[in-house]
């Protein structure tokens, strides 16, 4: 069993940053990929960036490529998504996600590949 206990999520006026947090229960937090997701009202959830379980390859969604890093403490047992040059377009509650499999090769976009998530925290960028 896996919890993940997402923070740093408020509101931000647009060109302006926030820093999400993931701290995942656990002890094999090093194993697996880890994702963030968002969802928008009336919108389907979307893929917004990968980390591997090492850290050493990341995946972006094109919408935030270049303005959002997504990095990863395994020592720490947490995942970040810094995110910087907000606009109003980012407005979602935001997702932390663990992958279901144990040292993936690759990082996946796809929802369904993911198995244990957080409760969400609200972002909202104002104009």
């Known amino acids: 069993q896996v919890q993940l206990v997402e923070s740093g999520g408020g509101l931000a006026q647009a060109g302006g940053s926030l820093r999400l947090s993931c701290a995942a229960s656990?002890?094999?937090?090093?194993?697996?990929?880890m994702g963030w997701f968002r969802q928008a009202p009336g919108k389907e959830r979307e893929f917004v960036a990968a980390i591997r379980w090492s850290g050493g390859s990341t995946a972006y969604a094109d919408s935030v490529k270049g303005r959002f890093t997504i990095s990863r403490d395994n020592a720490k047992n947490t995942m970040y998504l810094q995110m910087a040059n907000l606009i109003p377009e980012d407005t979602a509650v935001y997702y932390c996600a663990k992958d279901r499999s144990t040292y993936r090769a690759g990082l996946t976009q796809r929802v369904h590949e993911y198995d244990y998530w957080g409760q969400g925290t609200q972002v909202t960028v104002s104009s």
């Open positions: 656990g002890r094999t937090f090093s194993s697996y990929a």
